[in-house]
């Protein structure tokens, strides 16, 4: 089983750095890691040269835009914090060890990485292999997709796609120098990262039974894709405090979206008036896991399909104006909704609402709605008898009916969420060969092939045995979620993915004689409180924390008990105690028993929790709490999938928050940006073109400054000046102390240039001029925030 714990340095090993030189070389990427230039390396040209054109151009110019930064950022000209939160809403996280130390289990030692004066974020090297998260909106892709996908991760990673517990998919131990060409690879497919991380609306999850589930309302899978679509990039989503999710489920009482869980989420309503059905959603606000879980309050019982993307636009403005942005730990938005109460808020998203301008896009996606039904390729047909006894465990457990008749859902299980990219490439092929031409993660960590008639299953069964994914474990207990934990995650505490590991391979052998009762309970790990693993909802969670034994510190996790995830994440559970982490499966197996036993007629299992309650639970658990002396039982001292001594020294300051970057800076670095484009493009000799683009980057500067003020200035040149002059000249705000009126002069003298008929000399003047008018705008910048 996969497991990507760094081994101990005992004797001679394999360091981070030494890994990470040696995976690049195995691609032929024979340039330097020191000196690589980065728009300049010959992989990178190649990809650019060949996609150029084949992606949708508001992606593309991003890229190219994204690539710029990473060359100025070596050059020390964009400042630590920005970049990161740059690269960071591009989906590129950092990874353990990344500050370029690691613990042994006795003391730090060097990991060795390249130049390590050379940072890409706050305490971050730049040679450190980092996470790539690339969004899959709604878990949906095609063959050719998964087929990149396969390439990417063996060629920039470690031959592992990951998903996640939001249907994404993530790739590790990727430098950070081939993300441009990742990214590049991706678009060419209709694939982004923009905002997979950061403070931003991450990626929108749904049922992945969507249109084929025999309970649901209506299929969500156009609403969803429209929420993506219209928030991605969008003004009003790029000042928010933290992160924002958002969830749709076709139905109220399954567990298949855990719309209570997210920032926002919709589900599906229908509404009868005046002889016509409308649809609608029922929606949700306020609710996330994290180390305090809140359940997402109802905002509305109905909104109109043709309105809910209007609210999502309110919402999002009412949290970026009035959202935490200094607490990081208080910066999501179910903290607002509490403190404000859900009246209160309703009422300031309905003003906000009522005051915004008319977007066609709210509903132009109403009229793309029949390119999200799927269609089957073939006719329905009836089920083979088949005896073989592994088929049928396979069949009862991962196969399901859809409501289109003689067509079924096949749930395919991945073992800690991961697949290797051969599996993924010859999925792809059955992808072709058996479905509709899509498959979907889901927040399981699994995969959903639908549109499989009833005489294709064996066959099915037969191939996905053949790469080794015909494991018969899809949504019971033996399928555990985990997050990626001390493996690669910096705020991992304990070995999430380690103890999954160990947990599966012990249930699994259970399975045969499993009772029917805790067949199907759910068992989710996380590595520390932040709940990636969404322990909360769970029957049985686990989340990573260390106990202090002697002179020794131990792994534990914190044993959570009786979440739900039916009725959308309905109910989260409760704390009982520390568990010594090489405790864990007999604390499962005691917890099983237990039910089993003691159990009433008819009770679930969060029924019987809550009646045996804190107290009981944790009596009958106590003798598991203990930690036997090292001298008795030194297994204890280490965690799962290690070598070394345990040690929590390994815990660095993770990125799932980002950075808090104000709309100013993003558009001062914009600036920047724009200012350097135009030096490249001066060289070329382009000098109109140059000086066009050394104006607009003293605007951007000028429209940054402005949004300090006013979050919706205009888009136009001409605007933004007057307003620049009213706010910033008019109050000798922007007025340099010594050099008084002069720069804020030189935007105004290059408003009223013809840029068509510049020669050589006047362009090199007027880019110089945008360097000190950025430089200006920065300055009054840290001049304003100093004076509150």
Not at 34 to 61: C, F, H, Q, Y
Not at 508 to 527: H, P, Q, T, W, Y
Not at 633 to 644: A, T
């Amino acid at each position: 089983m996969k497991n990507l714990a760094w081994p101990a340095p005992l004797g001679p090993v394999l360091s981070m750095g030494a890994f990470f030189i040696a995976k690049r070389e195995s691609i032929q990427m024979t340039e330097s890691l020191k000196n690589i230039d980065v728009a300049g390396s010959e992989s990178a040209r190649i990809w650019k040269k060949r996609l150029t054109g084949r992606m949708p151009p508001v992606w593309e110019k991003e890229i190219d835009d994204y690539e710029t930064e990473l060359t100025l950022k070596k050059q020390g000209k964009i400042e630590e914090k920005v970049f990161a939160e740059s690269r960071l809403r591009r989906g590129a996280y950092g990874q353990r060890y990344d500050h370029g130390k690691r613990h042994d289990g006795k003391q730090e030692r060097d990991v060795g990485f390249p130049d390590p004066h050379l940072t890409k974020g706050p305490n971050t090297l730049w040679h450190a292999p980092g996470m790539q998260r690339i969004k899959i909106p709604w878990g949906g892709m095609n063959p050719e997709q998964m087929e990149v996908l396969a390439e990417l991760a063996e060629e920039y990673s470690d031959a592992i796609c990951h998903v996640t517990t939001r249907q994404d998919i993530q790739l590790h131990f990727v430098h950070i120098e081939d993300t441009p060409s990742l990214f590049r690879r991706l678009a060419a497919v209709g694939i982004t990262t923009r905002e997979a991380c950061g403070n931003s609306v991450r990626n929108v999850t749904a049922c992945p039974y969507a249109g084929v589930c025999p309970d649901e309302t209506f299929d969500t899978t156009p609403y969803a894709d429209a929420a993506f679509r219209y928030l991605l990039g969008h003004p009003d989503v790029q000042d928010f405090g933290r992160k924002f999710k958002i969830a749709f489920s076709g139905c109220k009482d399954s567990a298949c979206a855990l719309v209570r869980i997210h920032d926002l989420g919709f589900i599906a309503a229908i509404r009868s008036e005046n002889g016509k059905t409308r649809r609608g959603f029922e929606m949700y606000v306020g609710g996330g896991l994290g180390a305090v879980p809140y359940q997402a309050k109802l905002f509305d019982e109905f909104v109109p399909e043709e309105e809910f993307l209007i609210y999502a636009q309110a919402i999002s403005r009412i949290f970026a104006r009035y959202g935490e942005k200094k607490n990081r730990n208080r910066a999501r938005i179910k903290f607002l909704v509490n403190d404000w109460g859900i009246e209160k808020f309703k009422q300031m998203v309905l003003e906000e609402k009522s005051k915004l301008k008319t977007d066609s896009r709210w509903t132009d996606y109403l009229q793309k709605m029949e390119q999200f039904i799927e269609k089957p390729t073939k006719l329905p047909s009836d089920e083979l008898t088949v005896t073989d006894a592994s088929y049928q465990k396979w069949r009862a457990q991962n196969v399901t009916a859809q409501r289109q008749n003689g067509f079924f859902v096949v749930k395919i299980s991945l073992p800690l969420g991961d697949i290797t990219s051969n599996q993924m490439r010859a999925l792809a092929d059955l992808v072709r060969k058996y479905s509709s031409g899509f498959i979907r993660t889901s927040v399981e960590q699994d995969l959903v092939l639908r549109w499989v008639t009833g005489g294709d299953l064996f066959s099915l069964y037969q191939e996905l045995e053949a790469i080794d994914l015909a494991e018969p474990y899809a949504g019971s207990i033996v399928d555990v979620t985990a997050c990626p934990g001390t493996d690669t995650c910096k705020l991992g505490v304990s070995s999430s993915r380690g103890l999954a590991g160990v947990l599966r391979e012990h249930l699994a052998k259970k399975s045969f004689e499993m009772d029917e009762a805790i067949k199907n309970l759910r068992v989710k790990i996380s590595g520390c409180f932040n709940s990636c693993g969404q322990q909360h909802v769970a029957d049985i969670g686990f989340y990573g924390i260390s106990r202090k034994v002697g002179a020794y510190v131990v792994p534990h996790f914190q044993l959570v008990m009786g979440g739900q995830t039916r009725d959308n994440g309905g109910g989260y559970g409760m704390p009982i105690g520390g568990i010594p982490s090489k405790a864990v499966p007999k604390t499962v197996d005691r917890l099983a028993e237990m039910y089993l036993k003691g159990k009433q007629k008819g009770e679930t299992f969060q029924d019987y929790i809550r009646r045996l309650g804190k107290v009981e639970l944790k009596k009958n658990l106590s003798d598991l709490m203990e930690v036997p002396p090292y001298e008795q039982d030194p297994s204890y001292y280490v965690d799962w999938g290690d070598v070394r001594e345990y040690t929590t020294s390994d815990i660095g300051k993770g990125e799932c928050a980002g950075e808090i970057v104000s709309l100013v800076e993003f558009g001062l670095k914009a600036a920047d940006r724009e200012n350097f484009e135009s030096q490249v493009i001066f060289e070329k000799g382009n000098y109109s073109q140059a000086a066009a683009l050394a104006y607009k980057a003293m605007v951007t500067a000028a429209q940054g400054l402005i949004k300090k003020f006013n979050p919706d200035v205009s888009e136009e040149p001409e605007a933004v000046l007057k307003e620049f002059n009213d706010r910033f000249c008019e109050t000798k705000i922007f007025y340099d102390p010594f050099a008084g009126p002069k720069f804020a002069h030189s935007i105004f003298a290059a408003q009223k240039m013809d840029l068509t008929q510049v020669n050589q000399d006047q362009t090199r003047k007027l880019i110089e001029e945008s360097s000190l008018f950025i430089e200006a705008a920065y300055a009054c910048n840290i001049r304003m925030s100093m004076q509150g």
